[in-house]
């Protein structure tokens, strides 16, 4: 049974550019969540979506946006991307809306900004 | 602003000895609460969900919560090298308009052969 799948696994991209991330959550799991891990620091929450409709959103600028589409996937946007976006971007998926029984995440994307 | 605070670390201890990891909490209704293992460079993993005050185990491992004192621990008994890595407390607030975790920075635990 697939994991949390996210893709691209690592991605290297110049300041004021749009980055695309993507996410195909556990089968039969309907929310999905978007974290930003910086080095050294815990994942900060960014983005929740259950049933396709935004449940939650971090404090994070409206550079960032996220959907998710009736298979469940989901895509998180970044646009006008600045140095410090730079971080480990972590998608986890659950069966439930909420904290219950608890998120897997996937191995991350590693975006790099120069 | 809702908070969770965990001692940064490095905790060091050696090969069989206990780890006690903790983690405090600044949000009264919080009412789901899991441990995290990070190993350098991978994503997290979770190894322990706690939803009501006591004692929760699971082989090696214990987690306590004491929601009066707003506290969360992780103890690994038998501790091996395997073990080295971050833990991560994280919190939910479940039960509200939002699921979301709030995590710590993580303890780094190292266990020396």
């Known amino acids: 049974d697939a994991g949390v799948t996210q893709s691209p696994t690592h991605l290297i991209k110049t300041r004021g550019q749009h980055v695309t991330l993507r996410c195909s959550p556990i089968?039969?799991?309907?929310?999905v969540s978007w974290y930003q891990q910086v080095l050294g620091q815990g994942p900060q929450f960014i983005f929740q979506?259950?049933?396709?409709?935004?449940?939650g959103r971090g404090n994070f600028p409206d550079r960032f946006s996220a959907r998710q589409f009736p298979n469940y996937s989901s895509e998180l946007n970044v646009n006008a991307l600045l140095l410090g976006d730079s971080a480990l971007y972590l998608c986890?998926?659950?069966?439930?809306?909420?904290?219950?029984?608890?998120?897997?995440f996937g191995s991350g994307t590693r975006l790099t900004v120069v | 602003q809702k908070e969770v605070e965990q001692n940064s670390g490095p905790l060091s201890v050696p090969e069989g000895a206990i780890a006690s990891l903790n983690c405090t909490y600044s949000d009264r209704v919080s009412q789901s609460f899991f441990w995290y293992r990070q190993y350098s460079g991978k994503s997290p993993e979770l190894i322990m969900s706690i939803y009501s005050n006591g004692d929760k185990e699971d082989g090696r491992f214990t987690a306590q919560l004491n929601k009066a004192s707003q506290y969360v621990s992780l103890l690994i008994r038998d501790s091996q090298p395997s073990d080295s890595a971050t833990y991560l407390c994280?919190?939910?607030?479940?039960?509200?308009?939002?699921?979301?975790?709030?995590f710590g920075k993580g303890t780094k635990l190292s266990v020396k052969p």
């Open positions: 089968s039969g799991h309907k929310s």
């Open positions: 979506y259950y049933e396709k409709e935004e449940r």
């Open positions: 994280a919190v939910s607030d479940y039960g509200g308009s939002q699921g979301n975790l709030i």
């Open positions: 986890a998926s659950s069966s439930s809306g909420g904290g219950i029984p608890g998120y897997t």
